[in-house]
Each structure stands twice: as C-alpha cells, then as structure tokens.
C-alpha cells in the first residue's frame, strides 16, 4: 500500500511538473523521458545507473540477459543513427529493458515476485526521473524569479573569508588537469550514487527485500525538496553573478581575481535561463549523504566517498557555482534530510523528533541571517565566521551521537548456566 501511495504521489507530481514547463514551452520530464525511447538520450550512464538498480532484484543469469539485451538494443540504436546522420549517444537500451521488466512484472509474475519486481524498476526510473525532475525545477527557478539574491550570500559569505574566490585562484594555478578531475566528479556525482546505492542493495535477491534505508532515497529526497528552497532563496552563483559566465547580466566581471564592492545589498535582475540554484549547495548535500553511506563499506569504498566529498566542495567552489556559506547550508540541510529519512525506517522517537527539529532550526536560522544580517556578517567575520562553522559542527555531533546511539547494541556474551555441586556419599 505504501509503496502504491507513493507511486501515485510521483506520477501525479510529474504530471504538474510536466504542465509547468509546457507553461513555459519547454518539455516536461515526462515528455522528455519518451523522447529518450527514439531519440538520442542525454545522459546515458544515468540510464544504466537506472538499469543496474533495477536489476537488483534479479539473478545473475537474469541481470546478464538484461544487460545483453541493453546493449544489442544500443547497438543497433547507433547503427541506424550512423546510416541516417542522426546525433549519437548510447542508454535507449537500458531505458527499453526497465520498461520491458517492467511489462513482465505486471504479465508473467505474481505475488512477492511481481512486487519486487516492480519496486526495482521503479527505483532505477525514479533515479532517472529524479534527474530530469531537477531540470524542469531548475527552469521554473529561472523563470519565476527575475531577481536573484546574490548581493546578500556574496557579502555574507565575508565571514569565511571569500572560499569561492580562493578556491577559484587556486583551481587556476593547478592546471587543466585539475579542472577536468574536478569536472568528471563533479558531473558524475549521480553515477557514483547508483554504484553505492547498488552495494547496499546486492543482497536483495537473496533476501527477496529491500533494506530499510538506503542512499538511493535520501538523494531522490534531497533532489525532491531542494529545489524547492530555491523557490524562497533565489541565487545564482559567483561565477554568473561576478563572473564572465553572467555576460551582460553580471553585476561585474571580477571572480576569480577581485572581490566585488557590494556595499548595501538589494535584489538583482537576472537572465530567464541560469538557474538559481545555489541556496543551498545541493551538490554538496549529495556528496555529504554519500560520504555518510560509504563509512560502512570496504575500504576502498571508504576512500572513494571521502575523496568524492573533498572533491566536490572543492569543484562547487573552484569552478564558481557556490558560495562558502551555501556549502555550510548543504552540510546542515543534507543531515537534516537523512536524520529523517532513517527515523522513517527505524520508526520515530523523541530523539529523531529532536534531531531533525534541531537542524530545520539550524538550516532556518542559517538563511534568515543570510537575507537579513549580511553586513553584520561581513563586518564582524572573526566573530560570525566561526558562529557559522560552530552552528554547523553541532548539527554534525548532534546527528553523530544520536544515530550512533540508534544502533544496535551487541548481544552479551551468555554464560554457562552454574549447577551446584552435588555431595558425594561418603564412603563406609
């Protein structure tokens, strides 16, 4: 039943996102993901992403069938497309595959079996759609709000001291090489989720069922409510806003190298196409939930999210798309969204009700003094500077302390049972 809600909640959500961009002329996610069944997809490792999740549920033999059967359909997709000129690019055949597991679900399975099924393909599409989701919510940001509140977080993102300028230079001196690291992470942050995701999820078969909590649905989450802050706190970041990529409507052409004069800050008009989606750094929220789920894996894969989290903090910054104080609302934001989502699993107390009310506190109290104190920010940032970072790092030890103490604790060693020692008769 649950799982039914839930699939009706998302249709209908995509078909309202669906009339809201036809409102603007532009395709909606749905009309988007059909053209993806003919014609040259946009993304192709975010639709096999889509397949290897949906795949979780089935047998070896089964997934390499699948997998087969994607790429042959892929193959011949290309041929036709080189015969008639036709742009190239690779993932209709794992778009077919989940919509053919999807037919055979509903035909040929019953019981458990269909609805396992079905839960694995609508979680590889519910990936893929979570994608094309965040563009049409990042259309309706351009086009709902003119003005961008950029003059606000740049002045108040003084107190720590400019990151974004900083990181900007020092991207610079580093090279090309540097740059076009931080682009393929910064870029494949979904990839890197669905392989997380499918290390979480490799028992499924076996167990014939889904863990209570996993990385996939904290990030279909956060990609779900974000946007919507967008919505309330509208900021495109210093690249376009101080940088050459705003062209005409950049208020100066100074990031990297000068910080802007600011003075008393106000509303800013901007371009219909940029999207304002800085507040917050989404980008860092995502990498913030895939460290988190990578600490129980393998070493390697500890190390992976490490470096994922480093290296997309440092790309959001370097490459001029964040501010440093949209990195701290990130930071909360994302700890908020999975202290929720693993009170949803395991069941809500007073705990998860005092963690998750503390950080929509923090996150609150973090936005409303970016709109309204900037300048006290800025001209007190030895004293307001930390404050932020200290805000932050409770919110870090609040969520640490309280999910720690959700564990499980291990069982006691059992002691042998004791018998008392029973007189001998004495001997005649």
Same mark, same amino acid.
């Not at 679900?105 to 079996?113: F, H, K, L, N």
């Not at 706190?233 to 806003?241: C, N, R």
């Not at 409770?394 to 008392?420: D, G, N």
């Given at each position: 039943?649950?799982?039914?809600?839930?699939?009706?909640?998302?249709?209908?959500?995509?078909?309202?996102?669906?009339?809201?961009?036809?409102?603007?002329?532009?395709?909606?996610?749905?009309?988007?993901? /059909?053209?993806?069944?003919?014609?040259?997809?946009?993304?192709?490792?975010?639709?096999? /992403?889509?397949?290897?999740?949906?795949?979780?549920?089935?047998?070896?033999?089964?997934?390499?069938?699948?997998?087969?059967?994607?790429?042959?359909?892929?193959?011949?997709?290309?041929?036709?497309?080189?015969?008639?000129?036709?742009?190239?690019?690779?993932?209709?055949?794992?778009?077919?595959?989940?919509?053919?597991?999807?037919?055979?679900?509903?035909?040929?399975?019953?019981?458990?079996?269909?609805?396992?099924?079905?839960?694995?393909?609508?979680?590889?599409?519910?990936?893929?759609?979570?994608?094309?989701?965040?563009?049409?919510?990042?259309?309706?940001?351009?086009?709902?709000?003119?003005?961008?509140?950029?003059?606000?977080?740049?002045?108040?993102?003084?107190?720590?001291?400019?990151?974004?300028?900083?990181?900007?230079?020092?991207?610079?001196?580093?090279?090309?090489?540097?740059?076009?690291?931080?682009?393929?992470?910064?870029?494949?942050?979904?990839?890197?989720?669905?392989?997380?995701?499918?290390?979480?999820?490799?028992?499924?078969?076996?167990?014939?069922?889904?863990?209570?909590?996993?990385?996939?649905?904290?990030?279909?989450?956060?990609?779900?409510?974000?946007?919507?802050?967008?919505?309330?706190?509208?900021?495109?970041?210093?690249?376009?806003?101080?940088?050459?990529?705003?062209?005409?409507?950049?208020?100066?052409?100074?990031?990297?190298?000068?910080?802007?004069?600011?003075?008393?800050?106000?509303?800013?008009?901007?371009?219909?196409?940029?999207?304002?989606?800085?507040?917050?750094?989404?980008?860092?929220?995502?990498?913030?939930?895939?460290?988190?789920?990578?600490?129980?894996?393998?070493?390697?894969?500890?190390?992976?999210?490490?470096?994922?989290?480093?290296?997309?903090?440092?790309?959001?910054?370097?490459?001029?798309?964040?501010?440093?104080?949209?990195?701290?609302?990130?930071?909360?934001?994302?700890?908020?969204?999975?202290?929720?989502?693993?009170?949803?699993?395991?069941?809500?107390?007073?705990?998860?009700?005092?963690?998750?009310?503390?950080?929509?506190?923090?996150?609150?109290?973090?936005?409303?003094?970016?709109?309204?104190?900037?300048?006290?920010?800025?001209?007190?940032?030895?004293?307001?500077?930390?404050?932020?970072?200290?805000?932050?790092?409770?919110?870090?030890?609040?969520?640490?302390?309280?999910?720690?103490?959700?564990?499980?604790?291990?069982?006691?060693?059992?002691?042998?049972?004791?018998?008392?020692?029973?007189?001998?008769?004495?001997?005649?």
């Amino acid at each position: 039943m649950l799982w039914t809600v839930a699939g009706v909640a998302t249709l209908g959500f995509l078909i309202a996102l669906e009339f809201a961009a036809r409102r603007y002329g532009q395709p909606g996610p749905l009309t988007v993901e /059909a053209q993806e069944l003919i014609f040259a997809p946009h993304s192709g490792p975010l639709l096999y /992403a889509g397949l290897a999740l949906a795949m979780v549920v089935l047998s070896w033999r089964q997934r390499l069938i699948a997998a087969a059967a994607a790429v042959g359909i892929d193959i011949v997709f290309c041929l036709v497309r080189l015969v008639v000129g036709a742009d190239m690019n690779f993932g209709n055949g794992a778009l077919w595959v989940v919509l053919g597991l999807a037919v055979v679900a509903v035909v040929r399975r019953t019981g458990t079996e269909r609805s396992l099924l079905l839960k694995g393909c609508g979680l590889g599409m519910l990936l893929v759609f979570g994608h094309k989701t965040g563009d049409t919510w990042l259309l309706i940001t351009a086009k709902e709000h003119p003005q961008v509140l950029d003059p606000y977080v740049a002045l108040a993102d003084h107190a720590l001291g400019n990151p974004s300028w900083v990181a900007g230079r020092v991207l610079e001196a580093i090279g090309p090489v540097g740059s076009h690291t931080l682009n393929l992470v910064y870029g494949q942050l979904p990839l890197a989720a669905a392989l997380v995701g499918l290390y979480q999820l490799r028992n499924v078969a076996t167990e014939r069922r889904f863990p209570a909590h996993h990385l996939v649905r904290t990030f279909l989450v956060i990609g779900l409510i974000g946007p919507a802050i967008y919505m309330i706190f509208p900021v495109v970041g210093p690249v376009y806003a101080y940088g050459a990529e705003g062209g005409a409507w950049a208020v100066s052409h100074v990031w990297p190298d000068v910080l802007p004069a600011i003075g008393s800050p106000h509303p800013v008009l901007f371009d219909e196409i940029t999207p304002r989606n800085c507040m917050p750094s989404l980008h860092t929220a995502w990498a913030t939930s895939l460290f988190i789920h990578t600490r129980r894996g393998s070493r390697p894969m500890r190390y992976a999210g490490a470096f994922w989290l480093v290296a997309t903090l440092s790309a959001t910054l370097g490459f001029g798309y964040h501010y440093g104080v949209d990195l701290v609302a990130g930071v909360v934001f994302a700890l908020t969204i999975e202290a929720a989502m693993r009170a949803f699993a395991r069941g809500w107390d007073l705990s998860a009700v005092r963690l998750v009310s503390y950080g929509t506190v923090v996150f609150s109290v973090l936005l409303v003094a970016y709109r309204f104190l900037p300048v006290q920010l800025a001209a007190h940032p030895w004293l307001f500077g930390p404050l932020l970072l200290l805000a932050m790092a409770s919110v870090i030890l609040f969520y640490v302390r309280t999910t720690q103490a959700w564990e499980p604790k291990p069982a006691p060693p059992r002691q042998p049972e004791s018998h008392p020692t029973e007189p001998q008769p004495e001997l005649a």
